[in-house]
């Protein structure tokens, strides 16, 4: 089946390491989200590829950075990651665009926990 | 931005019966969709639904878009259906936006 894979499910950091998160899609979409959720809230969007193109969220923290080598796959990069950052961080690809009959389609999302 | 409210904020279902869970959106959008996420994190969509209604299994949804409100029926409720329900809709801009989330419990 197409679907959105998020590696790893759980991930634990120490406070300032670097650490990435991966997610690889087989539904050929244009478009990847990353989505940080913290507990008992709505996802909230850090950043999106359309194709090659980046955009980056006003709000989003330098410390949060993505890359995108290939249709397929989407890297999260947290600079040095702080307590704050421990989240569920949730992969997204939708095919973009003004006609899309199929939506945003998630992966299973990384939770990370920060030491 | 858009605006996206969900109402009930909470609810506890005995097995069995059956609920509606709301949601507004201040602005005409491209798509709406529903989404159901358990108690592990993921989220799963349920119904991608701008307009109409569908229907899958025990769910069903209806999205009025000249009236700006979608509604997401549980019949039947069983346990499995506990988690957090979240209506997101697309504006023009390409960013989903979403609303706060419906916490359902459903006690045997």
């Known amino acids: 089946d197409a679907m959105v894979i998020q590696n790893p499910r759980y991930q634990v950091t120490q406070f300032g390491k670097p650490v990435t998160l991966s997610c690889s899609q087989t539904?050929?979409?244009?478009?990847m989200y990353w989505y940080q959720q913290k507990s008992s809230q709505a996802p909230k969007l850090l950043f999106h590829y359309y194709d090659k193109d980046f955009n980056n969220e006003a709000d989003t923290p330098d410390n949060f950075q993505s890359r995108r080598p290939n249709t397929s796959f989407c890297f999260l990069d947290i600079r040095s990651p702080g307590l704050g950052d421990a989240a569920m961080y949730l992969c997204a690809t939708s095919r973009g665009g003004l006609v899309d009959n199929y939506g945003y389609t998630f992966g299973s999302g990384t939770r990370l926990t920060v030491v | 931005g858009i605006q996206v409210e969900q109402s009930p904020p909470d609810l506890i279902l005995q097995e069995g019966a059956n609920s509606t869970l709301r949601c507004n959106f201040s602005d005409s959008v491209n798509n709406l969709q529903w989404f159901h996420q358990n108690p592990w994190g993921q989220l799963i969509n349920l119904f991608y639904i701008p307009s109409g209604t569908k229907q899958n299994g025990r769910l069903s949804a209806t999205t009025v878009a000249t009236e700006r409100y979608s509604l997401l029926y549980i019949s039947s409720s069983q346990t499995t259906d506990s988690g957090v329900y979240f209506c997101a809709v697309l504006p023009g801009n390409n960013r989903l936006a979403f609303g706060k989330g419906n916490q359902v419990v459903v006690i045997p």
């Open positions: 539904l050929n979409h244009n478009v």
